[in-house]
């Protein structure tokens, strides 16, 4: 019996990955860039999470990257079909470990979100895709892996649309500003006046003002802090926490800052930037919290510089933001910059 429990024990620590965990938020350590993509390069397309039912969804997709110009090789399991899930954990996590492996594919893209991808972690082999450094893009649910992946491994992913969201001309352009130019890019709204004398859309709110500087973590507030107390989390020491959500409920997004801020995550950080928290709202009557009442209880004693608004998450004009890469806030302008670009 002691035996096996020491099998057992091995098992899920290899599974786990025997990489330590990185600690490179603070700066103390220089953080592994992929290299950019340029046109030709190959595409391996992997569906970490939820299932895709129409093959026409999965052609939509093929067809967006080969409007990029680059090559798409999908993953064997992108249609698989266990239960709600692109396929059982394992398969999952095989398709992104061989698409980082495969030496004719130059960078890996999830097809959607949705859930599952936090299943696969135990999975996926962290010393592959360090010896193997890619460029790895998705949102929402993919947040897990993103994290995940720069924790294990120091490699710079990338918090961007997955390839089944929209494409339109601020979405495409940002994601190659940062992936394909190489550009240390600067995240600033659009200013936008429609039919009124004054802005509003795309307002940036400042919670605390101020100026920070540090390591970029972050993404769907739901996952990231479904992160905390895993080994997958990246260290928080001294880095720019950006976070966004959809169609959650107010007292929830409660509940996850709580758990944040209880962790203690949120006392380390030294700014934060959230971005869209789309379809978020308060329910009718009287007695709820709006969502700024929310996130000014927990940030503002934090005394450290954090805004609302940036074009962050499930929202039409995404931006891309790497998750790893070093760089300074504006809390005041609603300005986040990158310091260096986030590929070589």
Not at 87 to 102: E, L
Not at 161 to 171: E, G, K, L, Q
Not at 313 to 336: C, F, I, N, Y
Request: proline fraction near 5%; glycine fraction near 10%; charge should be neutral.
């Amino acid at each position: 019996m002691h035996r096996r429990s020491l099998l057992q024990l091995g098992l899920a620590g290899a599974l786990a990955g025997t990489l330590p965990t990185y600690s490179l938020a603070s700066g103390t350590s220089r953080p592994s860039r992929p290299r950019r993509l340029r046109t030709g390069d190959t595409v391996g397309l992997v569906a970490p999470a939820s299932v895709t039912y129409e093959s026409l969804q999965l052609q939509l997709a093929v067809e967006r990257l080969e409007a990029m110009g680059l090559v798409v090789k999908i993953g064997p399991h992108v249609m698989d079909r266990f239960g709600y899930l692109a396929g059982t954990d394992a398969d999952r996590a095989d398709d992104i470990n061989a698409a980082f492996a495969d030496q004719q594919v130059d960078a890996v893209f999830a097809l959607r979100g949705g859930w599952g991808a936090s299943r696969i972690l135990p999975y996926l082999d962290f010393a592959l895709i360090r010896d193997n450094p890619k460029v790895f893009l998705g949102y929402s649910d993919i947040t897990s892996l993103l994290n995940a992946i720069y924790a294990k491994t120091g490699l710079i992913t990338f918090h961007g649309p997955n390839v089944m969201s929209r494409w339109n001309p601020f979405t495409y352009q940002g994601m190659r500003d940062v992936i394909f130019e190489a550009k240390a890019a600067q995240y600033q709204n659009p200013l936008v006046i429609d039919d009124d004398l004054v802005v509003r859309d795309h307002r940036i709110q400042t919670i605390n003002s101020g100026k920070a500087e540090g390591q970029l973590i972050g993404g769907n507030l739901t996952l990231m802090s479904a992160l905390v107390g895993t080994p997958y989390l990246p260290s928080a020491d001294g880095a720019i926490l950006f976070l966004e959500d959809v169609g959650e409920a107010i007292y929830r997004v409660d509940r996850m800052m709580t758990q944040l801020r209880l962790s203690g995550l949120l006392d380390r950080v030294s700014g934060i930037v959230f971005g869209h928290f789309t379809g978020v709202k308060p329910n009718p009557g009287l007695g709820n919290f709006s969502l700024m009442d929310i996130l000014r209880q927990h940030c503002e004693p934090l005394q450290v510089p954090c805004y609302f608004g940036a074009m962050i998450g499930h929202v039409d004009q995404q931006s891309t933001v790497p998750v790893g890469a070093r760089a300074e806030m504006d809390a005041d302008k609603g300005v986040l910059s990158l310091r260096e670009p986030a590929v070589r």
